[in-house]
């Protein structure tokens, strides 16, 4: 079994900072793309930002040079550092990977449970 657990969500001011963690535990052979998505009600989960394994980032436009998504793969864990935050970036935060838990087996996509991140004075 593999779990995705988030941590680092809360209330912050804007233009503050916060750093979301994710980290993947259970039997995993190897870890693909790592995903941030956010969701806020009503609307439809929607892709923040992507890094493969060998590092490679991508970014939705409207957070591309304010958030920095990072992994540490000894520690089988994704960042996401938020920066310059907007109260637009309110929302859900759910860490997506692509996991293996043996050489002979297809990578799975797992999903976290979500950290709500809330921007506001």
């Known amino acids: 079994q593999v779990q995705l657990v988030e941590s680092g969500g809360g209330l912050v001011q804007p233009g503050g900072s916060l750093r979301l963690s994710c980290a993947a535990s259970g039997s995993i052979f190897n870890i693909g793309d790592m995903r941030w998505y956010h969701q806020t009600p009503g609307k439809q989960r929607e892709l923040v930002a992507s890094i493969t394994s060998g590092g490679t980032t991508k970014y939705a436009e409207s957070v591309k040079g304010r958030f920095t998504i990072s992994r540490d793969n000894a520690k089988n864990t994704v960042y996401l550092q938020m920066d310059s935050l907007k109260p637009e970036d309110t929302a859900v935060y759910y860490c997506?990977?692509?996991?293996?838990?043996?050489?002979?087996?297809?990578?799975?996509?797992?999903w976290g449970q979500g950290t709500q991140v809330t921007v506001s004075s």
């Open positions: 997506n990977a692509d996991i293996s838990s043996a050489a002979y087996l297809s990578h799975y996509n797992y």
